[in-house]
């Protein structure tokens, strides 16, 4: 398991980049906080599939 930052900076665009990424491999993104505790990312990818890509207008 990976640790981060204890600091709360930030401006949350690393966390839309995330859910696009692992949006765009059919997968999903979720998180869990606990005050004082922290909060814990759930990241859920599909092995074997192709990476979805958006529709041409």
Known sequence: MLKGSDT???NEL???VAKGAVEAQGGS????SA???GT???VKIPLGQKPT???EK
């Open 14 to 16: 690393g966390m839309f």
């Open 29 to 32: 993104i979720r998180f869990e």
């Open 40 to 42: 814990t990312f759930f």
């Open 8 to 10: 709360k900076e930030g």
């Open 53 to 55: 890509t958006p529709k």
């Open 35 to 37: 005050e004082n505790k």
